[in-house]
């Protein structure tokens, strides 16, 4: 089996960022109310900024297939990409659209001829594609692979997306505001993109090497948590927007990011936790041997909650050997681990033989990817 490493990084963040106090007007009041969920949720989540692909009219300045291949130009070069690439592999939770895949769009900006694999789903989307590099590196079936995670969400936040719901509902008599899973998104996500060059030696500066990436769906447990396209039922079942009329996908904005967040915290600390033990254990992997810790976390309100439960877990990661910087670039669903890599690099605080562990939790249906990754 040859061995894996992580011989480039780079992310790409559109325009300038965006501070609290200017979200609402980038992206909309709802019916000309300004939020009442806004507040709260920019008080716990503790992100301080954040980037949006649009500009001052809400028009976008990139698609999402652009911030990826802007992150990858940004690990080259003038950012000329190689020839020699065996393999493009792009994770999102928002494609620009259904069909074609979402790599076959990046790889259309690129000059090459090249294998794609487009992983779908959200936060682990990123780290799926890379570990479908990393295994064909493994196995010997290439040499250099590509993986990114890139997210384009702003848009789909916008307070037009919500105007036909809220007209609904004053015509009815009813609030209208939107519902607080709907709203408590449109404050806590951003645009953004990372990129990984692998490949099955070391190019003689610093490299990582990939010990192991492992990942693990709880779908069969719980139920959905984050969703779109969907309307969620009372039993946790979800209707299709196949299922459903055009008139519904604008009343009740089908197509809008959703979360369930009752769900979300009475799990997503516990599993990753359970999970990250299970592997400690099966790997002989001592948690003090990891030097720098960057766990993806998609609001400060998870951080202190995250680091008690692996202390009850008997897992010893004081909160000195993290790596966050969600304050600052706000949560960019699966390009999140890519961009906090990436700025860990930069940081110059990596040694040789450092051992640094990724953690990607995603809600949608509860899933979680882990690496172990070795500076050398």
Request: proline share 4%; glycine share 6%.
């Amino acid at each position: 089996m040859e061995q894996v490493f992580i011989v480039g990084t780079g992310s790409f963040l559109p325009n300038e960022a965006i501070s609290n106090e200017e979200m609402e007007n980038v992206l909309g009041q709802i019916g000309g109310i300004p939020s009442r969920g806004r507040a709260i949720v920019l008080r716990n989540n503790g992100i301080k900024s954040r980037y949006y692909a649009l500009n001052s009219n809400g028009e976008l300045t990139h698609n999402n297939a652009e911030l990826a291949v802007e992150a990858i130009r940004s690990m080259f070069p003038n950012g000329v990409v190689p020839k020699d690439i065996d393999i493009l592999s792009c994770g999102t939770s928002a494609a620009d659209q259904s069909l074609p895949s979402h790599t076959a769009m990046v790889h259309g900006y690129m000059d090459q001829t090249i294998e794609i694999c487009s992983p779908s789903g959200a936060c682990c989307a990123g780290m799926h594609a890379m570990k479908y590099g990393y295994m064909a590196i493994r196995a010997g079936l290439a040499k250099k692979a590509i993986s990114t995670g890139s997210e384009l969400i702003s848009p789909m936040m916008l307070a037009r997306n919500f105007e036909s719901e809220s007209r609904t509902k004053e015509e009815l008599d009813q609030n209208p505001y939107i519902a607080f899973e709907k709203d408590f998104l449109r404050w806590m996500l951003s645009d953004g993109a990372g990129a990984a060059l692998m490949c099955n030696e070391p190019n003689g500066k610093m490299n990582l090497k990939i010990e192991w990436i492992e990942s693990r769906s709880y779908a069969h447990e719980l139920e959905t948590c984050m969703y779109s396209a969907a309307d969620k039922n009372e039993d946790g079942s979800l209707t299709s927007w196949k299922e459903l009329t055009p008139e519904t996908w604008l009343d009740d904005s089908i197509f809008a990011m959703k979360q369930d967040v009752k769900l979300l915290a009475a799990n997503i600390t516990q599993l990753g936790s359970a999970y990250l033990k299970e592997l400690c254990d099966s790997k002989g992997v001592d948690p003090t041997d990891f030097d720098h810790f960057l766990p993806h976390i998609s609001s400060n309100y998870f951080k202190q909650l995250l680091l008690d439960q692996f202390k009850a877990d008997g897992l010893d990661i004081p909160e000195e050997k993290c790596f966050f910087n969600l304050s600052s670039v706000g949560n960019i669903g699966s390009a999140s681990i890519y961009v906090a890599l990436n700025e860990l690099i930069e940081s110059d605080k990596l040694i040789t033989g450092q051992k640094v562990l990724l953690m990607v939790p995603e809600s949608a249906r509860f899933s979680y990817t882990f690496a172990l990754l070795t500076v050398c």
